[in-house]
């Protein structure tokens, strides 16, 4: 048992690692890519790497952020309580489809089931320090999460009603 709780930590780990260098890396003064440490400014993915021509900022797909909600949430069709992961992905929103899943999360055993999964409306904003959720009050009793934004970045993802 506690083999398997080993191994479901470190294929987490592996698994979204890279998200949160991503993630957070904007405010680092160096980071890893490709195994190798160079020295960036993050912040700017624009700046190369010792005049290559190429960016030496790793840049993830995904972001993750660990929430729980005490009450239950409405989100897009779904009322959500609990541990959960967030989970936004870059290329499925690229390519239309629904670019963030919200999974059940249990701290000892890891992911459990999709709870729910929308394409969301991204829009620019000021860069966070920790993951933020913006909630309304609905007709039912219950507050709906109408926006959320991952710790670190400058991206909120706005949720659609259904």
Known sequence: MKLRLLIT???????????????RSADRNCAIAGGQEHRVCC?????CCAGTGESCCPKSDRQWSIASFAVPVLVAR?????TVLIV????????????TTIYRFDPVEGTKEALV????????????ESTTFTTEP?????KRLVEYQISGDTEAHGIPLR
């Open 43 to 47: 912040a700017e993915l624009e700046r």
């Open 88 to 99: 936004h992905d870059d290329v499925k929103m690229a390519q239309g489809e629904p670019c």
């Open 117 to 128: 999964s929308f394409h969301c409306k991204p829009r620019r904003a000021e860069r966070v």
């Open 138 to 142: 609905t007709d039912l009793g219950v």
């Open 78 to 82: 779904a009322l959500v309580s609990g």
């Open 9 to 23: 930590a470190a294929a987490l780990v592996g698994f979204f690692g890279a998200s949160t260098l991503g993630a």
